[in-house]
């Protein structure tokens, strides 16, 4: 079978000086009519900059080699020629379809100019065109929503109206950009299914880039593995999963979470809660017109307890509570009722010393430590202001060794104490924000999807650390996610929430194995099985 895509040594690279590092160095594949071909790899690794660069769309990017679409080569063709490729031969979607489609245009609008522009459509037929595509995508009352702003959709609808507006011209060839990473896990398995049969249907080639190795063993013919912007491994999926011959590949593959975390003893088993949460409900109001309010119930009577060195993991997806449930526990949201006892003490609910006491044996780590660690301060600041805030007369000297022995705890040296937090990766940054809850060598540690935001090889370090610093100090973990793996490596415990209420809660290993709720079966059935 003809290829109908060819890339040859295809080089990308910025800047004007020859010298210049290549984001992408001597990439060559191909990819046949009707295959779905994978490419993955960690942040940074080529794969984004090279799919863009098949169509050039990569700003201020010098491009050389050769991408041969049915024989054409794509580097040398002129700008005209590709505006008239982009969108009907080849098409693509983006991984977050809120900054690629047009926030001033209604969904309706932008399928219709697609198919204004490539197929020479009138109104009339484009509007009934464009209805169809988004109720073939999924899309429910797709008359309506075809009048609907972006904002006015879910994330999972906004994919699936990005997937019909790259569908309207029928292209032989669709480039998929980590099309999934901005949503829940069912729904990524919806999309995905929702592309598996559209690729079937319509016969279309699909190029992935993704760094969801669970997502490319499901649904990819062929994988390609990029690092540092070279293709370091080729194979079908099934060969590459059974026998990866590159290290960088088996340290992919490698990096899937396994169960780390160590039983309770008898001793913590027997012992009282440190953490109990009785009939909590926190209901917001937001108005509906003129005079009339509305209530939203995002914590509905849900109760908990947690025990002395023990995790306690809460799964669900986006807007099922679980953020809204720790900040609940932690007494941070004003609106919450119920009662909540620390230690075997009422949790006050006012602002008092006896709170704030409280609070310093615990400390909150959050998904993004770019977001959560300020920018203005050093990483000596941020990591003892816990420090200057309840230990006020600490010595300036014994407050600097903790802090040095803190962030030497986590894996980090003494040297980054005059740094910010801009000249560290994501996962050092996630080191240092684990020092600064650590600092104050907390009881409990409330861990808000600490890792979603990072690489798999990156993601299995910072959980390993965790593991580590757990059975060392004995803290106790109340672990948010909505990534089953993280959650079922990590936990003694899980509960599963939707919509407000926790609907299974047991011990990790039942779950997992022999889950009783459709909703947990279903978030199940979301992730490949470990091997």
Known sequence: MTDLLEVRNLDVSFGDQADAPRAVDGVSFTLKPGEKFALVGESGSGKSVTALSLLRLVANARSSGEVLFEGEDLVSASERRLRGIRGKDIAMIFQEPMTALNPLMRIGEQIVEVLS??????????????????????????????????????????????????????????????????????????????????????????????????????????????????????????????????????????????????????????????????????????????????????????????????????????GSGKSTLAMALLVLQSLAQGDCFFDGQPMPRVPSAKLRALRARMQVVFQDPFASLSPRMTIEQIVGEGLALHHPGMPVSERRWRIAQTLQEVGMGAEVLVRYPHEFSGGQRQRIAIARALILEPQLVVLDEPTSALDASVQKQVLELLAGLQARHGMSYLLISHDLEVIAAMSHRIAVMQAGRIVEQGPAETIINSPHHDYTRQLLSSVSPQD
């Not at 197929?119 to 009352?141: N, Q, S, V």
């Not at 080639?205 to 070279?230: K, Y």
């Not at 899937?256 to 039983?263: H, N």
Request: hydrophobic share 40%; net charge neutral; with cysteine.
């Open 117 to 318: 522009l490539h197929e020479g459509m009138d109104y009339t037929a484009a509007r009934a065109r464009g209805i169809e595509l988004l109720g073939h995508t999924g899309i429910t009352e797709p008359e309506r929503r075809f009048s609907s702003y972006p904002h006015e959709l879910s994330g999972g609808q906004r994919q699936r109206a990005m997937i019909a507006m790259a569908l309207a011209c029928r292209p032989k060839l669709l480039i998929a950009d980590e099309p999934t990473t901005a949503l829940d896990v069912t729904i990524r398995t919806q999309i995905m299914d929702l592309l598996d049969g559209l690729q079937r249907e319509y016969g279309m080639a699909i190029l992935l880039i993704t760094h969801d190795l669970n997502l490319v063993r499901r649904f990819a013919d062929r994988v390609g593995v990029m690092q540092s912007g070279r293709l370091v491994e080729l194979a079908e999926t099934g060969q590459l999963f059974a026998s990866p011959q590159h290290p960088y590949t088996q340290r992919l593959l490698d990096s899937r979470p396994r169960k780390m975390v160590r039983p309770l003893s008898a001793e913590q088993e027997a012992a009282s809660d440190l953490l109990r949460g009785d009939s909590l409900r926190v209901e917001f109001s937001y108005p509906v017109g003129w005079f009339r309010k509305k209530t939203f119930t995002a914590v509905d009577d849900v109760s908990l307890t947690l025990k002395r060195g023990e995790t306690l993991g809460i799964v669900g997806e986006s």
